[in-house]
Nanobody, 119 residues
């Protein structure tokens, strides 16, 4: 399973971006998916995650009310809609897909997409 992120870029403070996470040729329906970010000199932190059923979402306090995680109806893509972006949101954003099968955890990471919030 290869996880691919897209949608990063340069945006002004207050702007919006939508990140996408996909696994070409595979469905993400059976995977929990999380978005993480890592800023220079900082540890990687989880921004948001969504359960395999899509019924449970979680957000870091720093992004609550501004970011929304969702799945598409086809089960191929997980989105992170980011609104009201702040300079402190600048980071490389990574997608993680994970599932447990017969007590074995499978973890897949993408290469990351850069998000820069600057005027």
């Amino acid at each position: 399973l290869q996880v691919v992120e897209s949608g990063g870029g340069l945006v002004q403070p207050g702007g919006s971006l939508r990140l996408s996470c996909a696994a070409p040729g595979f469905s993400l329906d059976y995977y929990g998916v999380g978005w993480f970010r890592q800023a220079p000199g900082k540890e990687r932190e989880r921004v948001s995650c969504i359960s395999s059923s899509g019924g449970s979402n979680r957000y870091a306090d720093s992004v609550k009310g501004r970011f929304t995680i969702s799945r598409d109806s086809a089960g191929t893509t997980v989105y992170l809609q980011m609104n009201s972006l702040k300079p402190e949101d600048t980071a490389v954003y990574y997608c993680n897909a994970n599932r447990v099968v017969l007590a074995v955890k499978y973890d897949y990471w993408g290469q990351g997409t850069q998000v820069t919030v600057s005027s």
